[in-house]
């Protein structure tokens, strides 16, 4: 019988640091550095927005946050399509808004619900549907997706800290614990 000791069990690293090419909140020079893969259809990415609005909230310029898309497809049939839009929002400049709205509405991700969206932000909701149908962002979605996958992700949402893979809860204080931990935030 061969046992493994947790010390030998090996971190998770992002393969591809967080940069300028990522959608951030916050400095890149702050001290703790929190990404997310997710899925804006996943329910537990759903309930991690909001911890993650909270970290903000709390930490302020200790924190960078960056987001990449990772959308299972193979469970959650509009995350795709959410992750375009968001990406096509991103192209005129309001990436976080629909990334919020896209959070906060997750049960209405239709395609006439992602126009309504793009309309509500002061998008061209025409030039954005234009842009989802023709599969404009869909390398750049596969770009984040594979990314993920080299760093092991194989489940929404995941987090990593400094370039260290989150494992375990995505609360609150085990967040805050885990960047503290590292010396990136002061609680």
Same mark, same amino acid.
């Given at each position: *019988?061969?046992?493994?000791?947790?010390?030998? !069990?090996? =971190?998770?690293?992002?393969?591809?640091?967080?940069?300028?090419?990522?959608?951030?909140?916050?400095?890149?020079? /702050?001290?703790?550095?929190?990404?997310?893969?997710?899925?804006? +259809?996943?329910?537990?990415?759903?309930?991690?927005?909001? =911890? =993650?609005?909270?970290?903000?909230?709390?930490?302020?310029?200790? *924190?960078?946050?960056?987001?990449?898309?990772?959308?299972?497809? #193979?469970?959650?049939?509009?995350?795709?399509? %959410?992750? /375009?839009?968001?990406?096509?929002?991103?192209?005129?400049?309001?990436?976080?808004?629909?990334?919020?709205?896209?959070?906060?509405?997750?049960?209405?991700?239709?395609? +006439?619900?992602?126009?309504?969206?793009?309309?509500?932000?002061?998008?061209?909701?025409? @030039?954005? !549907?234009?842009? =989802?149908?023709?599969?404009?962002? %869909?390398? @750049?979605? @596969?770009?984040?997706?594979?990314?993920?996958? @080299?760093?092991?992700? #194989?489940?929404?949402?995941?987090?990593? !800290? #400094?370039?260290?893979?989150?494992?375990?809860?995505?609360?609150?204080?085990?967040?805050?614990?885990?960047?503290?931990?590292?010396?990136?935030?002061?609680?």
């Amino acid at each position: *019988m061969s046992t493994t000791r947790v010390d030998q !069990i090996p =971190v998770e690293r992002l393969t591809i640091p967080i940069g300028r090419r990522d959608h951030l909140q916050g400095s890149l020079d /702050a001290p703790a550095k929190l990404l997310e893969y997710g899925d804006y +259809e996943c329910p537990f990415c759903g309930r991690a927005h909001l =911890v =993650v609005k909270e970290l903000q909230r709390l930490l302020g310029e200790q *924190m960078c946050f960056a987001f990449r898309n990772f959308p299972l497809t #193979n469970v959650h049939p509009h995350a795709e399509l %959410a992750a /375009a839009a968001a990406e096509a929002a991103a192209a005129q400049g309001k990436f976080w808004q629909m990334h919020d709205t896209l959070y906060e509405n997750q049960d209405a991700l239709e395609d +006439e619900d992602i126009a309504e969206y793009a309309t509500e932000l002061g998008l061209d909701a025409a @030039r954005l !549907i234009r842009e =989802v149908r023709a599969g404009a962002y %869909a390398e @750049r979605i @596969r770009e984040d997706f594979l990314s993920g996958v @080299r760093s092991g992700v #194989n489940g929404t949402p995941a987090f990593f !800290i #400094n370039g260290e893979r989150q494992e375990g809860s995505y609360d609150l204080e085990t967040l805050l614990a885990a960047m503290a931990e590292q010396g990136a935030v002061r609680t």
